[in-house]
């Protein structure tokens, strides 16, 4: 049987940096092998877990990713120090709040220096912004937390409403603050 040596790594820089790596290549093979399809100006990037730590270090790596998302994923690298200014967004568990356990998150907030939010999703788990809710669902399997409809719903607007507020430049006022249509969504 193997084994997952990620899981047992108990120092995660290494695998988050070669993730940033791996984006750098697929942008490189995608802007190559169809050039002028893929705007080189609109690249973002939004990661899970630890892509979400990826995402921030593919930006500091590579100026192509103007925008990213870190859901949920505490962050294996120092706090940024090179992303120009271009806007992160961060979208997770109690666990990620201002003052948590997890201290990465308060940070690197501090260290962004462009357009940024931190939301936390209150009943969110870690598993909420994947599609696991959506699977385990759809077999029977019962999963803690929020919904899965309401899951994915939050996921999918947070994070499409980012991506055209800094990528398409249309205003996204559902980023401005907390709204009545979605009260587990706290503003940080």
């Keep these: 049987m193997l084994t997952c040596i990620a899981c047992q790594a108990t120092d995660l820089r290494p695998l988050t940096l070669n993730r940033a790596e791996d984006a750098s290549f697929v942008i490189d093979q995608l802007t190559a092998r169809f050039p002028g399809l893929i705007d080189g100006n609109r690249i973002g990037m939004a990661g899970h877990s630890i ?8 930006m500091e790596a590579d100026p ?10 505490a962050f294996h690298v120092d706090a940024p120090t090179g992303i120009g200014g271009r806007p992160f967004l961060m979208l997770g568990t109690d666990m990620h709040g201002p003052g948590s356990s997890d201290q990465t998150w308060d940070q ?3 260290e962004l220096d462009g357009w940024k939010r931190w939301l936390t999703v209150n009943g969110s788990t870690h598993l909420s912004f994947t599609d696991a809710p959506t699977l385990l669902a759809q077999i029977g399997l019962p999963m803690s937390g929020l919904p899965a409809d309401r899951a994915i719903a939050i996921t999918r607007t947070y994070v499409t409403a980012f991506f055209d507020q800094t990528l398409e430049c249309q205003r996204e006022p559902i980023l ?3 709204t009545p249509e979605n009260p587990e969504v706290r503003f940080n």
């Design 108 to 110: 690197v907030w501090s």
């Design 51 to 58: 892509g979400g730590a990826s995402a921030l270090a593919a």
């Design 176 to 178: 401005d603050g907390p």
């Design 64 to 73: 192509r990713v103007k925008a990213g998302v870190n859901l949920d994923g």
